[in-house]
């Protein structure tokens, strides 16, 4: 026998026995065998009015094209278009189209499944629940763990709101420590380079100088007067930013020097992935601690409204859940992102208010030099004082009849509305965000840290986008000139230099006439 009929032989016997690479080659024929054939008589009349040929066995169309041609079908457009769609027609006809769904799927190829590398929470139960819900089927046991532990988890926060703004940016440098764990270890898994050295090393200096830099940063602008007092700090704080770029330099030479022949692509890639764990983690966490500083209340309402959407939408769509919402979740449901959206706006309103009522949580954080620690007294501001509006016209309208033409409220509630109908409409992106990462490398949850809800990963992954979102908000719209913060930056000029802004105030403001000429 020739060669030739050997190797036809040999493919034939792999065939037989069940070949996995023959038997998707003989699916991939069998999809476009069935495309070529005409569904409706319209492609069968598109087919004989432009001769169009079918496509050949493994012919990947072009995907722009193929796009184009859609959307034209759909929508009939302006007039000019209509010649673009008579000249693209003719060769996406059913015979020669391959559907989105048929194309090779490079996730695919991949062949990444982590779910047995990475720790699993949503059905992790502990024993002695696992005991007590035996009678119960899946579905409501994980419904009982969920609760559970999400009331856990409320009582906890609300123990740690009371501890303060210390126990807060404590809690927060926690929470971010575990996500950057969670995230990391997933390149970890997915790169397989547990072997290469100095990595995991040099991950968690990259972290500890990224907070050096953020922390250091926030430590400047509020505690900047007590800190210049001792002679070591103050050269910290007087070089902040550039010993962070330093350290920043030492990692840099660091991963330079510990690359390894043939294993360049996975160590770039694992220093990439470092670097866009330190922006989504690290980053937020600065600026939730900024949002403390402004007053708890801007900290506690979005967390709490993210909370509160999580719940409602989990309710509603447990109970009423019919019309899938996103293809990344499918889980998610129409009914629990419309219920959960109407619940977080009524709880935002009447949480805020609420809060408004109280200093502790409206005034900003300030060191009070006097009392050698953090203080939270003051004045309230004009957003927590009431003030009285005039209705819309089409309101005032209605309820004139019944003699009300003004309202008394709070000004924050309005900035409550804000960012309740942001965590609601734009909040839960975040989940769908860390759903599709988590698709990607085929794993449910980030860790099982939390028994019913995956890892902590899993809880902030909306609260990160929120806390930005605060963040800008309050840049944009509400954050004036601090008088606290003017006077640090005054007290850490040299004496002759606040001396020289002492002559200049003073003679502006008697020029101004706000203070009288000696």
Same mark, same amino acid.
């Given at each position: $026998? ?45 087919l004989t009015n432009h001769r169009t040929r079918p496509a050949k066995p493994g012919t990947r169309m072009s995907r722009p094209l193929l796009h184009v041609y859609h959307n034209i079908r759909r929508l009939k457009g302006p007039r000019f278009l209509y010649p673009l769609k008579k000249v693209v027609a003719p060769y996406y006809t059913r015979a020669s189209r391959i559907w989105k769904d048929d194309l090779d799927s490079e996730d695919e190829k ?58 807060? $940016?404590?809690?927060?440098? $926690? ?15 997915? %790169?397989?380079? /547990? ?68 294993? %360049? ?92 009522? %109280? ?7 300030? %060191? ?13 501001? @004009?957003?927590?004082?009431? @003030? ?23 000004? !924050?509630?309005? /900035? ?36 019913? @809800? ?14 930005? !979102? ?6 944009? !719209? ?41």
């Open positions: $026998m020739t060669s030739t009929e050997n190797q036809d032989m040999s493919e034939v016997r792999q065939r037989k026995i069940g070949d996995p690479k023959a038997e998707s080659e003989q699916e991939t024929e069998n999809k476009i065998a069935n495309a070529s054939q005409p569904e409706t008589e319209s492609d069968q009349n598109s991949a062949h990444t499944d982590l779910s047995s590398k990475i720790n699993q929470g949503t059905n992790k139960v502990p024993s002695l629940l696992n005991r007590a819900l035996q009678g119960f089927s899946e579905r409501w046991k994980n419904w009982i763990i969920r609760g559970i532990f999400t009331c856990i988890m409320i009582i906890f926060f609300v123990v740690i709101v009371i501890g303060g703004p210390l126990a807060l $940016m404590v809690t927060t440098l $926690m929470v971010q420590v575990k996500c950057f764990e969670e995230i990391i270890n997933i390149g970890y898994a997915v %790169y397989k380079i /547990h072997g290469l050295p100095w990595f995991r090393s040099l991950s968690w200096y990259f972290l500890i100088c990224s907070n050096y830099f953020f922390y250091g940063e926030s430590l400047v602008d509020y505690f900047g007067v007590v800190i210049n007092r001792t002679d070591y700090l103050r050269v910290l704080v007087t070089y902040h930013r550039f010993i962070s770029f330093c350290l920043y330099i030492v990692g840099f030479v660091w991963f330079v020097l510990s690359l390894v022949n043939k294993y %360049y692509m996975k160590q770039f890639s694992l220093f990439a992935w470092t670097h866009v764990a330190l922006l989504i983690v690290v980053t937020q966490s600065y600026l939730i601690i900024q949002n403390i500083f402004e007053g708890l209340i801007w900290f506690i309402v979005p967390v709490s409204m993210i909370i509160c959407n999580d719940v409602w939408a989990y309710v509603f769509g447990f109970f009423f859940g019919r019309t899938p919402l996103i293809k990344l979740s499918p889980k998610k449901t129409w009914e629990g992102f419309i219920g959960g959206g109407f619940a977080t706006v009524i709880f935002g309103l009447l949480f805020s208010y609420v809060l408004c009522q %109280y200093k502790y949580f409206v005034c900003p954080i300030e %060191y009070s030099e006097r009392l050698g620690r953090m203080s939270i007294d003051c004045e309230p501001s @004009h957003l927590f004082r009431p @003030h009285e509006y005039s209705l819309p016209l089409f309101l005032g309208s209605f309820l004139s009849v019944f003699g009300v033409k003004t309202i008394t409220m709070y000004p !924050f509630l309005l /900035h409550s509305l804000s960012m309740s109908v942001f965590s609601s409409v734009i909040g839960p992106f975040g989940g769908f965000f860390a759903s599709g990462f988590k698709r990607a490398f085929k794993i449910k949850d980030f860790g099982d840290v939390i028994p019913g @809800h995956g890892g902590i990963m899993d809880r902030f992954d909306c609260q990160f986008l929120m806390a930005t !979102f605060v963040n800008v908000y309050i840049s944009s !719209f509400i954050r004036t000139a601090s008088p606290q913060k003017l006077l640090q930056q005054v007290m850490n000029l040299k004496p002759e230099q606040q001396l020289q802004l002492y002559y200049a105030l003073k003679e502006a403001l008697e020029n101004r006439g706000i203070i009288s000429s000696d």
